[in-house]
Every structure is written in C-alpha cells, then in structure tokens.
C-alpha cells in the first residue's frame, strides 16, 4: 500500500513523514509551494519521491493523474490545514480512489474550518464555549466587546497566529484588525492549564481512541507549544472523555484529530478541532501511541483491538520545540530551569538522531536568514 502525505515544510509534516517510515513505508510526499533553499523537510531519509507542487490545486492533479489507478487505494496523511481543505473540496473525486480523512461528505470538513460552525456542537456535547463576537467587517465592531479580550481568525486558512492579539481596550482592539480577516472576537480567559486532546475517529465517529493529552507548558499565542508533556487521559478524572466520542461522532468524522481545550475555575473551555494531523502529534508517536500508523492499519483493514490495546502511554514524555530557545535568550525561562528542560526533554519537533538530516538543513538556514537579517540592519545591504 502507498502512503502519500501532503503537507508543508513544518514540523507537523516532518512527523508524519518519520511516523511513518519508521513503521517501515516508504512515504511519498506532496509539497506545497516552497523554495527548495528554504526545505529542510525534503531531506528526511523516510521520503522515496517528492512532489514539488506550483499550487495546492496541482495537488489533487497529481494524485489522479499518478496514484488514481493503483489496484490498492493508497492513502493520504494530511499536514496542513490547505491540504485538508483541498482533498475536503475534490472528496467525491478521491474517495473512491483513495483513503483520506473525511466527514462522510464533500465540503463538510471545510464548514468546519469556521470555527464559529463548531461551537454549537462543542456546547451540545458537554464543553463551555467561550463568550464570542464574530466579526467580518472590521470598521463595524459590535457595542457589547468586554475587555480584555482576544482576537483570532475564524478560519485558519485566511488567517495566521499573527492576528491572534489580547487587547486591553478599543484602541488596542482596532489597531490590531487587518482587512481581508474573519475575526473571532473572544472574552480572554485566564486559564490554567490548556490541553491539545489528539486522537484517532474511524468508522465515521463511532469508535475513538484517546489514550493520552498534551499538556502545554511553554505556550504564548505567538510562540505556541514550545515545550509540551504528554500525559495518560486517566490523570484528567475531571475531563468527560466521552465528550469527545460525541463530537466525533455528530460530526461523523474520521481520521486523525486534536480538540483543544483550556481549563478555569473547574470548566473546560472548547477552542477549537483541528480535523488532520496535529502538529503535536510527534509527541505521541514518540510516547508510543502512533496515530499515522494506526490510521493506515484501519484502512489496511486490520486495525485490531490487540492492536489498540498493546498501543500505550508507559510514561511522562517531554518534546521541546527548538524555539523554546528563544525563551530562554528573552528570559522567559531562567537558563537553569530551561537546561533543566532540556535535559528531561525526549524528543524534539525537528532534531532526531535516526534522522538528522532536516535538523542540520534548517539549522543552517536559520544561520543563513540570520546573518542576511544581520547585513541588512548592520551594513544596511539590500539583500533579500
């Protein structure tokens, strides 16, 4: 069986790409528009072709026209939330073709990209949502904004972390607003701890398999899940998991998931689904529980209850992002506690000893992007 994996150069996609080629597929990638020089994904050993691709439109070109007519449907691991949206888009097209993640019907997934389309069904199934205002013109805010107050875009395909922003007052709220954005606009709620919930949904929802949480350590709106912990659901007692299987469920889901939750004065708030791979998923196959491969074993049918049994949390795992740096250089973190930190850490998003190489290609192009960074604000040279 082919495994394809469409996805970006980031750390969500390089997951994928060793999730699987440790378990022993060759993986053949689908790259979204990114100059080669800027790559450091391509160089892991576990890719057996690459497909440079000129638009995320090419994509669904090259699946039908190189991998429509295999006598095995091959299946596709998604790694970005473009390369969901587009397979979501042409799904009666590939569905008899291939193994993707879906909602049982052509566009359903992308109505829920809109985040504002997921909140009655969290509230329905047991979770708190967060007092919000959806805005799509952003000279006509509503009267009633309570500050403070955060802002994000509804969609995550039209929008960055970037315009996530906790704004103080009016002034600062419309100073941060840009055109062309659909913004949530949501009371800020001082939390105390968040968790990124992920997890496997197959035969459309009715069966899901949660074994563990992301707990977030390091976490800001701009630098997020710089240094995360990966914990047994069962330490959650508080947290109804079968909110979860409900959600999955009246969305009839599947593939691979993560909910996102924060946690206040005794409630869990819903954020937001994320229905494709989540860039924290690493952290789970590092901690034993390998969704990727448990979703091919599903569509190989032979997804077993052995299987899932023997798939287990043994203990505490650390993954450390090499951003979380910066958090040490800023003083976020005191340089003991972050070496502390690091030492404890076993695993990280991009550095790997069974493959080094895409750690080594992205050092260096930080190195690259730093000296240029340096000859432009130093020597004032006009280098791009």
């Known amino acids: ?143 009633d904004i309570t500050f403070p107050c955060l802002t994000k875009g509804n969609n995550s395909t039209g929008s960055t972390k970037a315009d996530m922003f906790i704004c103080n007052s009016r002034e600062e709220l419309i100073s941060c607003l840009r055109e062309g954005v659909e913004y949530l606009i949501q009371e800020y709620i001082q939390k105390e701890y968040e968790l990124d919930i992920v997890g496997l949904s197959y035969n459309h929802g009715k069966n899901v398999f949660v074994p563990a949480v992301c707990r977030k350590i390091r976490d800001d709106i701009h630098r997020q899940s710089v240094y995360i912990r990966l914990d047994d659901i069962r330490e959650y007692a508080n947290f109804d998991t079968n909110i979860i299987d409900r959600f999955l469920e009246k969305i009839g889901y599947e593939g691979i998931f993560s909910i996102e939750v924060i946690f206040s004065k005794g409630k869990y708030y819903f954020l937001e689904i994320n229905m494709r791979n989540d860039g924290c998923g690493w952290l789970y196959t590092a901690g034993g529980i390998n969704y990727p491969y448990l979703w091919i074993k599903y569509c190989e049918g032979k997804l077993t209850q052995d299987i899932l049994d023997n798939t287990k949390l043994t203990n505490h795992l650390y993954l450390m992002h090499e951003d979380d740096t910066y958090n040490m250089l800023e003083g976020n973190v005191k340089f003991l506690q972050w070496l502390k930190d690091f030492h404890r850490a076993k695993a990280f998003f991009i550095a790997n000893s069974k493959d080094p190489m895409p750690f080594i290609v992205s050092t260096l192009i930080h190195a690259r992007q730093f000296g240029k960074m340096i000859l432009r604000k130093v020597f004032h040279l006009n280098i791009k």
């Not at 291939?98 to 504002?116: R, T, V």
Request: a negative charge.
């Open 1 to 143: 069986m082919k495994v394809i994996i469409f996805g970006n150069n980031l750390q969500n996609t390089l997951g994928l790409i060793r999730s699987v080629g440790m378990k022993g597929y060759e993986v053949i990638l689908l790259l979204e528009p990114i100059k080669k020089s800027d790559c450091y994904v391509r160089h892991s050993k576990y890719i057996s072709k690459i497909h440079y691709l000129k638009s995320a439109q090419e994509g669904i070109d090259v699946l039908l026209g190189e991998y429509g007519n295999e006598s095995e449907k091959p299946v596709i691991l998604c790694g970005s939330d473009p390369t969901i949206c587009i397979l979501d888009s042409h799904y009666e097209q590939l569905k008899n073709k291939f193994h993707i993640f879906n909602a049982g019907e052509q566009g359903k997934i992308n109505w829920y990209l809109d985040k504002i389309n997921t909140f009655p069904i969290a509230e329905e199934c047991g979770l708190f949502v967060i007092k919000t205002w959806y805005v799509t013109d952003i000279h006509n805010l509503p009267d």
